[in-house]
Nanobody, 122 residues
Framework: QVHLVESGGGLVQAGGSLRLSCAAS????????MGWYRQAPGKQRELVAT???????NYADSVKGRFTISRDNAKNTEFLQMNSLKPEDTAVYYC????????????????WGQGTQVTVSS
């Protein structure tokens, strides 16, 4: 089994910063792309940022210049540094990863974390 566990959410004032972490564990053979998504109340889940195994990144327009995604391949961990936070960034943030399980290393499966709440007050 593979698990993704997020940490680092919380309450912050507008203009502040938070750093989210997501650690993958279990029967991991390899991790391809990793990413962060968020879902605000009453809205659909949306992409925040992604990063490939080689380090190429992609960001939603709404977070470009404020958020930075990174990963530590040796520790199977990804991060999301969030700066200049705005009230509209308030959401549950989910980490995501395409992982090849040791039991079936030829195929990637999509895994999700349990989500961590980020609340930005005005």
């Amino acid at each position: 089994q593979v698990h993704l566990v997020e940490s680092g959410g919380g309450l912050v004032q507008a203009g502040g910063s938070l750093r989210l972490s997501c650690a993958a564990s279990g029967s991991i053979f390899a991790i391809n792309a990793m990413g962060w998504y968020r879902q605000a109340p009453g809205k659909q889940r949306e992409l925040v940022a992604t990063i490939t195994s080689g380090g190429s990144t992609n960001y939603a327009d709404s977070v470009k210049g404020r958020f930075t995604i990174s990963r530590d391949n040796a520790k199977n961990t990804e991060f999301l540094q969030m700066n200049s936070l705005k009230p509209e960034d308030t959401a549950v943030y989910y980490c995501n990863a395409e992982i090849k399980d040791i039991r079936s290393p030829l195929k990637s499966y999509n895994y999700w974390g349990q989500g961590t709440q980020v609340t930005v007050s005005s």
